[in-house]
């Protein structure tokens, strides 16, 4: 069998596996597109509990609407998102993003996702701080678009298993991905945006509850069983 092949098996392994253990994620949990875009840049270089502090305050502050967003002033906005880590740069980032949403799509996300996915992924691309895996979520997750997302979980859980090696890039893994799950690649699956936003939500959680940077809870992890190949650098 081609390596391809045994690598789309084991996608769909990895899928099934974590689906049965933990059920649906119900991800992203944000009650608007725009409050979800924030949080897609806030969780830069931090994890979610930090997040939801800094959109608690937003939320408290009546800011979580582009027009809201930019009216605060810079130094309040930088207190406000203060617990996300690197509020400086994120004030920036949030800022430029806002300044973006609203000048070309007028702050509506269903003008905005009209767009074709490709294309606007560009756009998201060419703003400040919006990098590949920002801007993947943003698209799956506020827009609904047929995209996945590729984060260091992804990549780590991935890797211990054989999926990939050490030197696959974003591209090679999401393509990995979509083609694993590509219409007509399995039977009876499509390509679906609630299948990738499952995923990339499992893999979150396997990644933080047992596929930890440093030792690794193989005994207890729903992969456990999984040929896997674990290096110095894993603890």
Same mark, same amino acid.
């Given at each position: ?13 990895? +899928? ?6 933990? !059920? @649906? ?9 725009? =409050? /979800? /875009? ?28 582009? =027009? ?8 309040? %906005? ?7 880590? +690197? ?13 973006? *949403?609203?000048?070309? *799509? ?9 767009? @074709?996915?490709?294309? %606007? ?5 060419? %703003?400040? !701080? ?6 993947? $979520? ?8 047929? &995209? ?8 780590? &859980?991935?890797?211990?298993?054989? &999926? ?5 890039? *974003? ?5 990995? &991905? /979509? ?6 690649? /399995? ?8 299948? +990738? ?12 509850? *047992? $596929?930890?940077?440093?030792? @690794? ?19």
């Amino acid at each position: 069998m081609p390596s391809q092949n045994r690598k789309a098996v084991s996608v769909s392994v990895i +899928y099934q596996r974590l689906a049965k253990a933990f !059920g @649906p994620q119900h991800w992203w949990p944000a009650k608007s597109p725009f =409050e /979800m /875009m924030v949080g897609a840049i806030l969780t830069q270089a931090t994890n979610w509990r930090n997040v939801q502090r800094a959109i608690s305050q937003l939320k408290q502050a009546q800011a979580l609407s582009a =027009e809201g967003l930019l009216r605060l002033p810079i130094l309040r %906005l930088q207190r406000l998102i203060r617990p996300a880590g +690197y509020f400086r740069q994120k004030t920036q980032r949030l800022r430029a993003f806002t300044q973006w *949403y609203i000048h070309r *799509y007028g702050g509506r996300p269903s003008r905005m996702f009209q767009r @074709p996915w490709q294309i %606007l992924r560009q756009e998201l691309l060419a %703003l400040r !701080g919006i990098g590949p895996e920002t801007a993947d $979520c943003i698209l799956l997750y506020a827009g609904q678009q047929p &995209v996945f997302a590729v984060d260091a979980y992804t990549r780590r &859980v991935f890797r211990r298993h054989g &999926v990939i090696d050490g030197t696959a890039t *974003y591209e090679t893994i999401q393509r990995l &991905v /979509m083609k694993a799950f590509g219409r007509g690649a /399995m039977s009876g699956w499509t390509h679906s945006v609630s299948l +990738y936003n499952e995923f990339h939500a499992l893999l979150v959680a396997v990644g933080k509850r *047992y $596929c930890q940077r440093k030792n @690794p809870d193989c005994d207890h992890c729903p992969l456990g069983d999984l040929p896997r190949k674990l290096t110095k650098e894993d603890g």
